[in-house]
């Protein structure tokens, strides 16, 4: 009853908010590159499909009235390395198709009389060298929304501080600055006083937009305080507590605090686990699913990255826990009364 309930406040995204969202995906898409492809790690996989289960969760608001549908999100990236002459070279790729269309779909779009069905790609080169933890990295970005752009980028990272810029042509559009300070397991630091750093990272977007992020450890890299805030235009702030059943971050519960641009705040939450997750009135849906709120998000999920032989969830601190054991097999000693040895 309480899930069909909720139902019943969700919003109703517009053809205007469907298409704001098309360049946030793309810095996004580079943000989720510059995470994935760093100095110690060799590979990353990422893939997600948003399921809505009723219709009027999504229903899309036009001048011509409201009509029932369905608002997704569809994507499936890689980034894949390989070691020649002591440096490790990599390519990777994300790709995104989403909007809003009146039947649901997976593979082939319906394109009804209200659809509006947008893609963006991200692709790169990198190269790397582990042992002074230095990566560089270039590529280009495909923009099919109202027009085709093509974006290009470039990307360097040594140790703890990351710089992304990108460029349409020869004017900057975004520039994401990371400042990595918590101690990581996988990056060969020591558990010690800098597990309690703070991470930042700072997003600009042209010359009228900054945002700001900050993920706090609170308690031995399980219990997370994030927050993100927007420095100009100060229209969207949000915040979250995040529990974290092991450092390397595979199940999270999550609680979080929206503010809008109207100063309305919303509260909600989620469960993630590897390859699923339920979240409600979700501070990062409202950032990346067309401002979703008031709805229940269903998204079937896959994000992980390998380093040597471990594995971890993005920007996770340690590597997940190895079940495997290797126990010594003592053949037993042949009893000649009995045996015959055979």
């Known amino acids: 009853m309480l899930f069909f309930f909720a139902n019943a406040f969700a ?66 990236g890689m980034w894949l390395t390989d070691n020649f002459k002591g440096l490790r070279y990599g390519f990777g790729w994300l790709g995104e198709r989403q909007g809003w ?10 394109r009804g009389k209200f659809s509006q069905i947008n893609q963006i790609h991200t692709f790169g080169l990198t190269i790397a060298d582990s042992s002074k933890q230095l990566l560089f990295g270039g590529g280009l970005q495909y923009l099919n929304a109202n ?5 290009w980028w470039l990307l360097g990272t040594w140790s703890r501080f990351s710089i992304m810029p990108s460029f349409h042509k020869s004017d900057l559009q975004f520039i994401n600055v990371q400042l990595f300070l918590q101690a990581r397991e996988l990056r060969g ?25 900050v993920s706090q450890n609170i308690f031995k890299q399980r219990l997370y305080l994030e927050t993100a805030f927007w420095l100009q235009p100060k229209d969207f702030t949000w915040a979250a507590i995040k529990y974290y ?61 390998t380093s040597g032989d471990s594995f971890f969830s ?29």
């Not at 269309?101 to 319906?110: G, Q, R, V, W």
């Not at 503010?259 to 990062?284: C, M, Q, S, W």
């Open 11 to 76: 919003w109703k995204p517009t053809p205007q908010i469907i298409e704001e969202q098309v360049p946030q995906t793309a810095f996004a898409q580079l943000t989720e590159f510059q995470n994935a492809a760093r100095p110690e790690y060799n590979a990353y996989l990422t893939a997600g499909i948003i399921y809505l289960p009723l219709p009027n969760q999504s229903e899309l608001l036009t001048d011509w009235g409201t009509h029932e549908g369905f608002a997704f999100r569809q994507r499936l």
């Open 101 to 110: 269309d009146n039947e649901d779909f997976l593979f082939l779009p319906h």
């Open 147 to 151: 027009d085709e752009v093509l974006r």
């Open 189 to 213: 630091d020591k558990n010690s006083w800098q597990n309690y750093l703070p991470d930042l990272e700072f997003s600009f977007y042209s010359k009228d937009s900054v945002r700001m992020f």
């Open 245 to 305: 059943l092991e450092p390397s971050r595979l199940v999270a519960l999550e609680a979080t605090a929206t503010k809008k641009e109207n100063d309305k705040v919303y509260f909600g939450g989620g469960i993630t686990i590897p390859f699923l997750r339920v979240a409600y009135n979700h501070a990062d849906d409202y950032e990346t699913f067309f401002k979703g709120r008031g709805t229940w998000i269903v998204e079937f999920r896959l994000a992980l990255g």
């Open 314 to 342: 993005l920007k996770a601190p340690k590597p997940a826990p190895n079940e495997t054991r290797r126990v010594p097999v003592n053949k037993p000693e042949l009893n000649p009364d009995t045996d015959s040895g055979e």
